[in-house]
């Protein structure tokens, strides 16, 4: 059912590590900005996000990393992050939210997450899910980057 806004949600969760914003990243922030009245944001921990096998920049970073593109592509959201320290951040817990935004890579963290929050007696959250990109037939991910930009491939 669409809000007053038109869009089709109230709130909006969207969680990752966002080391080195790139496209894809941006594709998911710029589709779940455009479908949401206000976005809560789960950044992930700088002690998970180490756990990734490469390095990250620290969370300050990341974080304004992704503050500076939601505000470039939606002026006026209502924008909130919060640091993650586990794969299901604040979306098992938050009432309010009604929508998770993902990536076809993390579409079953999304069921996962609707279980608990059944589990808890919350509704779950329509999903919707964007394709990840890929640039020469490789599927473009931080880690990619990490890689080439640290010469290895």
Not at 92 to 117: K, M, P, Q
Not at 124 to 150: D, F, N, Q
């Amino acid at each position: 059912m669409a809000k007053a806004s038109g869009k089709p949600c109230r709130k909006g969760v969207v969680g990752g590590t966002f080391s080195l914003l790139h496209e894809g990243h941006k594709l998911l922030l710029g589709f779940a900005a455009e479908r949401s009245e206000s976005l809560l944001v789960g950044v992930t921990a700088d002690e998970l996000a180490r756990s990734k096998g490469h390095p990250v920049e620290p969370f300050r970073e990341r974080v304004d990393a992704v503050l500076r593109y939601l505000s470039e592509v939606s002026p006026g959201l209502g924008v909130e992050v919060v640091e993650i320290h586990d794969v299901y951040g604040p979306a098992v817990d938050d009432g309010e939210a009604d929508c998770i935004f993902v990536s076809e890579e993390t579409l079953h963290g999304a069921f996962l997450i609707n279980i608990l929050r059944r589990i808890k007696g919350l509704p779950p959250l329509r999903i919707y899910a964007v394709e990840i990109l890929t640039v020469g037939g490789v599927r473009l991910s931080s880690t990619l980057l990490w890689k080439t930009k640290l010469g290895r491939r």
